[in-house]
């Protein structure tokens, strides 16, 4: 069975101060990783896919990269707009269904 | 484009009411899903259905759950009898191929007393 972890729970920084998120996956062959972004009251927003280990996307402030066994979100000179609900989820190989298992979130909250 | 319309946004009702959520996909999309969140176990797959067709319903959680497809562009999710454990935020889907990123739709709140 696909299983999501990400880390860590919630993460309060200061405007302009760059951190990351992590999310770790155990996955019988990965098909896919990916980001969404979730505001309150509203349903996840994609963000990005990553399918092979070594990839990276950007954009804004907003940088994935993926290994074998985690992805980290990395969030430069971060603004209080960027503040949500950051999901991750990985779509696996194993059988022949196609969905995706997601992480329960890191709450990212940056202030003025 | 108007992306997934969910309706109802929010939706209260009775212990053993009968509770029917409605969604309709983005037009082209040919996968559709129907997830749970909930606080304490996040984001679930409850089914999900390619060219109006039921593919996966292992998560729903018992057969007080039944969800239909009819055509391309409408899906119900029902529950009969709620019950006040099933108070969650329902989430409907689409996507226009496996391994691409889902469009979610806002959502409807459903709380049972």
């Known amino acids: 069975e696909d299983q999501v972890t990400q880390s860590p729970e919630a993460l309060r920084l200061q405007e302009g101060e760059s951190s990351s998120l992590n999310c770790s996956y155990t996955v019988s062959g990965l098909r896919g990783l990916f980001w969404y972004r979730q505001d309150p009251g509203k349903g996840p927003e994609f963000l990005f896919t990553l399918y092979s280990a070594g990839e990276e996307k950007e954009k804004e402030r907003l940088k994935a990269t993926l290994t074998k066994k985690e992805s980290f979100l990395h969030i430069t000179a971060p603004k209080p707009e960027d503040s949500a609900t950051y999901l991750c989820a990985v779509h696996g190989s194993g059988g022949s269904n196609y969905k995706l298992t997601f992480g329960k979130g890191t709450l990212l909250t940056v202030n003025p | 484009d108007a992306g997934v319309i969910q309706s109802p946004r929010h939706e209260v009702t009775e212990m053993g009411q009968e509770v029917t959520l409605r969604c309709k996909p983005i037009?082209?999309?040919?996968?559709l899903f129907w997830y749970r969140q909930t606080m304490m176990r996040g984001l679930e797959l409850l089914i999900y259905f390619n060219n109006n067709v039921p593919i996966d319903d292992s998560g729903m959680p018992e057969d007080r759950f039944s969800a239909k497809m009819p055509n391309a562009s409408f899906s119900t999710l029902k529950i009969q009898p709620s019950e006040p454990r099933d108070s969650a935020v329902y989430f409907c889907a689409s996507s226009p191929d496996r391994g691409l990123g889902y469009t979610f739709g806002s959502g409807t709140r459903l709380t049972v007393v």
């Open positions: 037009s082209g999309h040919d996968y």
